[in-house]
């Protein structure tokens, strides 16, 4: 039984990566995909140890150090390993350059081109003529790097 648990957890925490992988990034704040699953994964634990089939403290407990263990597992081998770093947090994407937008990009990420001129405004750029690179980095946030003035 109490391998059960563990394993529904641990399978739960790790599908919830993936699919937050899966699903991509959009601009927003800077919340990680593992900070993103950690928070709403450990609330769903906790709420189910207290009013789910099985009302449990020990089993919100276990499911709870499961997820933790989890966690620091895929830390670790982020730490370690570059490549699954890449894999787990993506890399930055270009989005525009040189006067130029990366439609592929643009629509593999879901992003118009109205979202990263939102960005270039609240910098004070006010057309494209002012965007050297726009990136969108991988926790989501998108970057504007200004034209220098002459």
């Not at 709420?47 to 620091?72: D, F, P, R, W």
């Not at 525009?96 to 405004?121: C, G, P, Y």
């Amino acid at each position: 039984m109490a391998f059960f648990i563990i394993a529904r957890a641990a399978f739960g925490y790790l599908f919830l990566v993936l699919i937050v992988r899966i699903v991509g990034r959009r601009p927003g704040k800077q919340l990680t995909p593992f900070e993103f699953v950690l928070i709403f994964y450990l609330g769903g634990l906790s709420l189910t140890g207290m009013v789910g089939e099985e009302v449990s403290l020990t089993n919100a407990i276990t499911q709870i150090i499961t997820v933790a263990l989890c966690h620091y597992l895929l830390s670790f081998l982020r730490f370690k390993s570059e490549r699954m770093a890449r894999i787990l947090d993506g890399v930055p994407l270009v989005l525009m350059e040189k006067n130029s937008w990366r439609h592929e990009t643009l629509v593999r990420m879901r992003i118009q081109d109205d979202d990263v001129m939102h960005t270039a405004r609240q910098q004070g750029i006010k057309d494209l003529s002012g965007i050297k690179t726009a990136v969108l980095e991988s926790y989501g946030e998108i970057t504007i790097v200004p034209k220098e003035e002459k």
